[in-house]
């Protein structure tokens, strides 16, 4: 005896059930299991949400804490081999929001905004060793307006916005209050901003560029930084203090030429 084929209304209405049971998968893939495929040495504690719409209560990166971080991703960019997130990033009080977009030769962060303590950037473990031996401990409160930050082959290759900096204090072997400041990085390739004070007792009028290596191989780590200038100071304290740039011109200026990298 033959059996009898399944009707068309039953095929459709099995062919619905798997679609819809492929299209749930994707939609509602937890983030538990996407995060899994985060290369060495990124870790994503306490995973929550899904793919498309997930947080990691703490992303670690070497073991050492970077902050709670959620996504919002796009899935049509994927389809042309793109990555498009809305990002949000926060800890101890600080906390940033922006969108990234990424291919497999560069990253791009868009509209990237919020505040942060000095503090608690400084103690992210994304820094080179070799900048946090020129970055001094110190207080003070970021407040970050970027509309575009670009990275290409471990190099910051585009950066234009304003970061301003309130209540800065060194915190070396003296306390030293050095009042509040703002970063303006210009549009166009390459990145430039001119770093000037917002009152306080100095003043500063300076340029920070990156330095042009010559084999992107063997650049450092966020690439080499050049910083010049001038400062000259308001409160006669801090006179014998800017003498560590040599002496002063007959305004009263000091010149800066510092580099790091």
Same mark, same amino acid.
């Given at each position: 005896?033959?059996? #009898?084929?399944?009707?068309? +209304?039953?095929?459709?209405?099995?062919?619905? =059930?798997?679609?819809?049971?492929?299209?749930?998968?994707? *939609?509602?893939?937890?983030?538990?299991? #996407?995060?899994?495929?985060?290369?060495?040495?990124?870790?994503? *504690?306490?995973?929550?949400?899904?793919? !498309?719409?997930?947080?990691?209560?703490?992303?670690? @990166?070497?073991?050492?804490?970077?902050?709670?971080?959620?996504? =919002? /991703?796009? #899935? /049509? %960019?994927?389809?042309?081999?793109? *990555?498009?997130?809305?990002?949000?990033?926060?800890?101890?009080?600080?906390? /940033?929001?922006?969108?990234?977009?990424?291919?497999?030769?560069?990253?791009?962060?868009?509209?990237?905004?919020?505040? #942060?303590?000095l503090s608690t950037v400084r103690a992210l473990p994304l820094w080179p060793?070799?900048?946090?031996?020129?970055?001094? %401990? $110190?207080? $003070?409160?970021?407040?970050?307006?970027?509309? +575009?930050?670009?990275?290409?082959?471990?190099?910051? =290759?585009?950066?234009?916005?304003?970061?301003?900096?309130? $209540?800065?204090?060194?915190?070396?072997?003296?306390? !030293?209050?050095?009042?509040?400041?703002?970063?303006?990085?210009?549009?166009?390739?390459?990145? *430039?901003?001119?770093? =000037?004070?917002?009152?306080?007792?100095?003043?500063?009028?300076?340029?920070?560029?990156?330095?042009? @290596?010559?084999?992107?191989?063997?650049?450092?780590?966020?690439?080499?930084?050049?910083?010049?200038?001038?400062?000259?100071?308001?409160?006669?304290?801090?006179?014998?203090?800017? @003498?560590?740039?040599?002496?002063?011109?007959?305004?009263?200026?000091?010149? /800066?030429?510092?580099?790091?990298?």
């Amino acid at each position: 005896m033959s059996r #009898a084929l399944p009707s068309r +209304r039953a095929v459709l209405l099995a062919a619905a =059930t798997l679609l819809a049971f492929l299209v749930g998968a994707v *939609v509602w893939f937890p983030a538990a299991l #996407a995060v899994r495929a985060l290369p060495p040495p990124y870790l994503c *504690v306490e995973p929550t949400g899904s793919l !498309w719409r997930g947080r990691c209560g703490d992303l670690r @990166m070497g073991g050492a804490s970077i902050g709670a971080v959620s996504w =919002t /991703l796009r #899935a /049509l %960019p994927l389809l042309r081999a793109r *990555v498009e997130a809305g990002i949000s990033w926060a800890r101890s009080g600080s906390h /940033l929001d922006g969108r990234i977009e990424a291919t497999a030769s560069a990253i791009e962060v868009r509209d990237l905004r919020g505040e #942060a303590d000095l503090s608690t950037v400084r103690a992210l473990p994304l820094w080179p060793p070799s900048l946090l031996q020129a970055w001094s %401990p $110190g207080e $003070g409160r970021l407040r970050i307006d970027l509309k +575009r930050v670009g990275l290409q082959a471990r190099r910051l =290759t585009r950066i234009e916005g304003r970061v301003d900096v309130d $209540g800065l204090v060194s915190l070396g072997r003296e306390r !030293w209050v050095l009042g509040d400041y703002r970063l303006d990085w210009r549009e166009g390739p390459g990145p *430039v901003g001119r770093l =000037t004070d917002r009152g306080g007792p100095l003043r500063l009028d300076a340029t920070i560029a990156a330095v042009v @290596m010559g084999d992107v191989a063997d650049a450092p780590p966020g690439g080499a930084w050049r910083l010049e200038g001038k400062v000259q100071a308001r409160d006669p304290a801090w006179r014998p203090r800017l @003498m560590i740039f040599g002496p002063a011109d007959t305004a009263g200026q000091h010149a /800066l030429s510092i580099e790091w990298r």
